[in-house]
């Protein structure tokens, strides 16, 4: 399942971004969360090869028309499939506010290695 391209949120609660390897990877990553009028807030990179999510925690507000991004490298054994599971929570959300999960997958090259092109961008609203 691809990222959303838009993800309904509540600006005034704090909104969880996580990130977890499905396969046993090595995931290098940065997220970037943009509220409107403001420049980008980078977090990250990061690395994950510990079969645990990665948590982040951005306070509100975090106003409808805010932007997340995040980029991906991805390295284990080649031509293997890999597979990362990419989250936005917020706990204590109304259902309507439920946040949203996806996955990122594909095949590593012959070297063991994936890199995302350029970052994927979505909509809180």
Do not use: C
């Not at 990877?25 to 990665?54: H, M, Q």
């Not at 951005?58 to 390295?75: C, D, T």
């Not at 997958?105 to 350029?118: I, K, Q, R």
Request: glycine share 8%.
């Amino acid at each position: 399942m691809p990222a959303p391209s838009t993800v309904d949120i509540d600006a005034a609660l704090p909104t969880e971004f996580s990130l977890r390897e499905e396969t046993p990877v090595k995931v290098v990553y940065k997220f970037w969360v943009k509220r409107p009028g403001e420049d980008w807030l980078t977090f990250g990179p990061e690395v994950t090869d510990d079969d645990r999510a990665d948590r982040w925690i951005i306070l509100p507000p975090l106003p409808s028309g805010s932007r997340f991004a995040y980029w991906l490298a991805v390295a284990g054994h080649g031509n293997a499939a890999w597979r990362v599971r990419l989250a936005i929570r917020q706990p204590g959300a109304a259902a309507a506010n439920g946040g949203a999960s996806w996955t990122e997958s594909g095949t590593l090259s012959p070297t063991g290695e994936f890199s995302m092109p350029a970052a994927v961008q979505l909509e809180l609203t």
